[in-house]
């Protein structure tokens, strides 16, 4: 209770928009979901028509510090990596480096990896039906190699010994959420191109879409002077509680999970797909993006799931994905029929709560631009 309290009394601000309506209206429904939620901070973007909206925060970098976010701030995002490193894989397959049905035997011809393995395909890794586990053993969260060639190294190694098992199920006959699935996906980018994921991510999705404060891992300060948000975790006695700015997933998992940008990037990048939705995108081709997005097994299309509840969005079909390292939640939802996109993010890793203001914002901000259709 503290902790709100004293984040209640920061002042707020939001981003230039074309439309003041709106911003004011995000901000309020901010404000009304962090002080219901117990969040430490929250914060939500919009874009409609290729148009930033406007971004709204409310909060604390770090719980009971007296320092508020700000909307430039930079958020963990979570799982709503997955479709930036399909993305990628997407723009490599445009240009013939890859094939969607290119198979794990294609590119990595180690005597290691058992034949149940080769002929699953990037397709099917990418839509969880690729025959992976949900997640790699807990004994990678002690790995945390540097970024560079090290990491990379290691990343492929541990996708090895992957490949050395069994796969969970036949490839293409089953879908399991999976972040190793996704991880193999990557190792196969990487070793054919010769590059590290990351260095991926930045040429094919963070350069072409001008996200410039895209990066990996939690977000951290220059100085060590709290100029990011921090990571909260749950403690079941007093509240969240700030961990370090290093406290993340292992990177080996890394292209499952491990992105950090500010709100308007990821509103930007949002924008990208709704575009790509009506081939307006020079990022790739409408086929490509119709690819991206239409669902397989669970509902589940290429890093977005389909709505299965789209009654609030007047039946309109909605995609999104959400994420969460445990200290940070994430939610990127788009609308293509209505082009709309609206990103959430907190620096609080209580799924419950987290989940439940996020899809609150989500509805009531599309609820009003259905109801005002001139913003």
């Known amino acids: 209770m503290i902790a709100i309290t004293l984040s209640m009394t920061f002042s707020v601000t939001f ?3 074309t439309d003041t309506k709106i911003a004011e209206e995000l901000q309020a429904i901010v404000s009304e979901e962090h002080a219901d939620s117990g969040l430490v901070s929250l914060g939500a973007a919009i874009s409609k028509n290729r148009v930033h909206l406007a971004t709204a ?65 990037l397709s099917q890794l990418l839509t969880h039906t690729g025959g992976a586990e949900t997640d790699f053993p807990r004994r990678i969260q002690s790995l945390h190699p540097k970024e560079g060639t090290e990491r990379d190294a290691l990343r492929k190694e541990e996708v090895l010994k992957i490949l050395e098992e ?20 990557a ?41 990011q948000p921090r990571g909260h975790k749950i ?75 789209d009654s609030w969005a007047n039946e309109h079909k909605v995609l999104y994905h959400n994420g969460s390292n445990r200290f940070w939640f994430a939610l990127l939802v788009i609308i293509p029929e209505l082009q709309i996109s609206i990103a959430v993010t907190t620096n609080y890793g209580d799924l419950k709560p987290a989940r439940k203001s996020a899809w609150n914002i989500v509805k009531h901000m599309t609820a009003f631009l259905m109801e005002n259709p001139d913003i």
């Open 15 to 17: 981003a230039q928009t």
């Open 166 to 185: 069994k796969p969970d199920y036949k490839p293409g006959t089953d879908f399991a959420y999976s972040n190793v699935g996704y991880t193999i996906a």
């Open 235 to 309: 403690t079941w006695f007093s509240g969240p509680k700030a961990v370090t700015t290093d406290t993340d997933n292992s990177p080996v998992m890394g292209p499952a999970g491990m992105i950090h940008m500010s709100l308007k990037d990821l509103s930007a990048y949002a924008n990208e797909h709704l575009l790509g939705s009506q081939g307006k995108s020079e990022l790739l081709s409408a086929q490509t993006y119709q690819r991206l997005h239409e669902p397989g097994m669970e509902d589940y299309a290429y890093g977005w799931i389909l709505a299965l509840d």
């Open 57 to 121: 925060v409310y909060g604390e970098r770090e719980t009971r510090s007296g320092v508020p976010v700000s909307i430039d701030d930079k958020w963990h995002i979570g799982s709503v990596t997955k479709s930036m490193t399909a993305t990628m894989i997407a723009r490599l397959v445009e240009r013939g480096v890859l094939q969607w049905d290119t198979t794990v035997g294609d590119i990595l011809t180690d005597s290691r990896v058992r034949p149940q393995w080769r002929d699953a395909t």
């Open 187 to 227: 190792v196969l980018a990487t070793t054919k191109t010769g590059k590290t994921w990351e260095d991926l991510i930045r040429e094919e999705v963070f350069q072409p879409l001008e996200l410039s404060s895209g990066g990996f891992g939690p977000p951290v300060d220059v100085n060590e002077t709290m100029e």
